[in-house]
């Protein structure tokens, strides 16, 4: 086989979008009937919530006594696992009368659709009692449904419909809004050194698709390009943006494209200059590089930041990772005392991996804006690696887990390492306590596996210190740290952070495409919502 049709041979890893819909509304809306309709049509299972209601529930309505929130909140759990057990999607009807009750959906699976069917008391009434007998829900109950019902409308992913239409309508309607929800608005790329993820998103943002493939800037040199991408040093880069998304542009050629990560540094398919810092996070995207492709698309490249000083910094792809971890962030339930004393507050950003880079942020919040005012990089990832792979540290250790998780009692090995940097021991620094992890192994007090998690809690640990330190000194006081990146690696960094007393942590999802997603807002090439 040639290396081109190797090269053909390697499929991009997907995952579609999941349509979860709830149909909701108050007693006799219809919401059973047009449930079981649109799962139908889209060949999803249809789940009637009613019938996940606990024994006590179903006693309390057969008496005529209306449910609370109490009596609400385990079924609305049951519900939400049960939809979760379809990872195609499925249909759920269920009342969801409160914003309360749709939050606890939502909380349980993100993304969800309401079709909500309004309808008057009089109609309910009518419809509910010219039920066959046997229904658990009785008309006396229709009156307590109305004085429970918040109007769902305003929030996000809500279609609100006119329960009295004929059942042919309403379905064609809700399915078509289903569709228009569904239509691609952007197509955003993660395109870093060893490999590329593009994402096609809706209107609010949210993934429809997405697709991983080794196709990273230092990978691109080992294949074999068919003629007609070029014969130039980019002819590589048209072809993997072909592989990773070139149906979808074909299918919607008038969407935009955003890409960010290593495509743009000197290596990549063109060179975005780095921004320098402090830099207000809704400037970056309006400093866009871009690219023409040889079928006349532009794609548009996330320019990286620099920090110069004595000794310069430089990120590149982590600021979309920022971007999107900030988006998360909301101060509004709870506002914090700086916001209250109209004052700054300080969020420290920290993104473990390789090269785990700290970035300090400012939000302020009359007028609202963000600023990137610095960041470290630590070399700890690569480090730990080399370490264990080419020094004799590595000899006496056992292979790690290969997803990163500490298991059972290495937990102990793992904070052991944590707390040396707080040590007199500590404080000679990382070049010279890394050899405990040897003579630890050396004299019986840890095994081959414990060596690895030990190194592991001693490199962060060190990382977190002098990160500590480092932020005394500048006397930064961050309301919180957010964490990006692998669960399992956030968990580690998350565990030595309250070892060194940072206790207010958050582990930021999806950050990747959310930040391209408000860097494309910041751009103008989509709308916000």
């Keep these: 086989m040639s290396q081109v049709q190797l090269q053909r041979s390697c499929s991009p890893v997907y995952r579609r979008e999941r349509l979860w819909i709830v149909v909701m509304g108050v007693a006799g809306c219809g919401k059973s009937t047009l449930g079981q309709a649109l799962a139908d049509a889209m060949k999803l299972t249809f789940i009637e919530g009613d019938q996940f209601h606990p024994t006590e529930n179903l006693q309390k309505m057969s008496q005529g006594i209306a449910l609370d929130d109490a009596d609400r909140q385990?079924?609305?759990?049951?519900?939400?696992?049960?939809?979760?057990?379809?990872?195609?999607?499925?249909?759920?009807?269920?009342?969801?009368l409160k914003r309360a009750y749709r939050a606890r959906l939502r909380k349980a699976v993100p993304g969800l659709y309401f079709v909500h069917l309004s309808i008057t008391q009089e109609t309910a009434n009518a419809r509910v009692t010219a039920r066959s007998g046997g229904h658990l829900f009785p008309s006396s109950l229709v009156a307590s449904q109305f004085a429970t019902?918040?109007?769902?409308?305003?929030?996000?992913?809500?279609?609100?419909?006119?329960?009295?239409?004929?059942?042919?309508?309403?379905?064609?309607?809700?399915?078509?809004?289903?569709?228009?929800?569904?239509?691609?608005?952007?197509?955003?790329?993660?395109?870093?050194?060893?490999?590329?993820?593009?994402?096609?998103?809706?209107?609010?943002?949210?993934?429809?698709?997405?697709?991983?493939?080794?196709?990273?800037?230092?990978?691109?040199?080992?294949?074999?390009?068919?003629?007609?991408?070029?014969?130039?040093?980019?002819?590589?880069f048209e072809f993997a943006f072909e592989e990773a998304c070139g149906d979808w542009k074909r299918a919607t050629p008038q969407v935009p494209v955003i890409a960010a990560g290593m495509v743009g540094s000197r290596q990549g398919w063109q060179e975005a200059p780095y921004l320098s810092i402090p830099v207000a996070v809704d400037q970056i995207g309006s400093k866009l590089s871009t690219v023409p492709t040889r079928s006349g698309q532009i794609v548009h490249i996330v320019p990286g930041l620099i920090e110069n000083s004595a000794l310069p910094n430089?990120?590149?792809?982590?600021?979309?990772?920022?971007?999107?971890?900030?988006?998360?962030?909301?101060?509004?339930?709870?506002?914090?005392?700086?916001?209250?004393?109209?004052?700054?507050?300080?969020?420290?950003?920290?993104?473990?991996?390789?090269?785990?880079?700290?970035?300090?942020?400012?939000?302020?919040?009359?007028?609202?804006?963000d600023h990137i005012e610095h960041f470290h990089t630590f070399m700890t990832g690569e480090v730990y690696a080399a370490l264990c792979e080419h020094t004799i540290l590595g000899r006496g250790m056992q292979i790690g887990h290969a997803n990163g998780d500490v298991i059972g009692d290495d937990h102990a090995a793992f904070d052991r390492?944590?707390?040396?940097?707080?040590?007199?021991?500590?404080?000679?620094?990382?070049?010279?306590?890394?050899?405990?992890?040897?003579?630890?192994?050396?004299?019986?007090?840890?095994?081959?596996?414990?060596?690895?998690?030990?190194?592991?809690?001693?490199?962060?640990?060190?990382?977190?210190?002098?990160?500590?330190?480092?932020?005394?000194?500048?006397?930064?006081?961050?309301?919180?740290?957010?964490?990006?990146?692998?669960?399992?690696?956030?968990?580690?960094?998350?565990?030595?952070?309250?070892?060194?007393?940072?206790?207010?942590?958050?582990?930021?999802?999806?950050?990747?495409?959310?930040?391209?997603?408000?860097?494309?807002?910041?751009?103008?090439?989509?709308?916000g919502v």
């Design 74 to 96: 385990g079924w609305l759990d049951r519900l939400g696992v049960e939809l979760l057990r379809y990872p195609a999607g499925a249909v759920l009807s269920c009342s969801a």
């Design 149 to 236: 019902l918040e109007d769902p409308r305003g929030e996000d992913r809500v279609l609100q419909l006119d329960g009295t239409l004929a059942l042919s309508t309403l379905s064609a309607k809700a399915l078509a809004w289903i569709d228009a929800q569904s239509q691609t608005a952007l197509i955003a790329l993660d395109w870093g050194t060893s490999s590329l993820r593009a994402y096609r998103l809706d209107a609010t943002g949210r993934a429809l698709e997405v697709r991983a493939l080794p196709r990273g800037v230092m990978k691109l040199s080992e294949l074999e390009i068919p003629a007609k991408f070029g014969a130039d040093s980019k002819a590589a």
């Design 314 to 369: 430089v990120m590149r792809g982590e600021e979309t990772q920022v971007i999107g971890a900030l988006s998360t962030l909301d101060f509004s339930a709870v506002p914090s005392y700086a916001e209250q004393q109209n004052k700054q507050d300080e969020i420290l950003i920290g993104l473990p991996g390789s090269h785990s880079k700290w970035v300090q942020v400012t939000r302020q919040h009359q007028p609202a804006q």
């Design 417 to 527: 390492g944590v707390l040396v940097a707080q040590t007199p021991a500590g404080r000679a620094g990382v070049l010279s306590t890394i050899f405990s992890t040897r003579t630890l192994g050396l004299t019986g007090i840890l095994d081959g596996a414990s060596q690895r998690e030990y190194l592991s809690g001693l490199l962060i640990g060190h990382e977190v210190a002098a990160l500590q330190d480092m932020l005394e000194a500048q006397r930064y006081q961050p309301a919180c740290v957010v964490l990006v990146g692998d669960a399992a690696l956030c968990d580690r960094y998350a565990r030595a952070l309250r070892a060194y007393g940072m206790d207010q942590i958050e582990v930021a999802g999806q950050a990747t495409e959310r930040g391209l997603w408000q860097l494309a807002v910041g751009a103008g090439l989509v709308r």
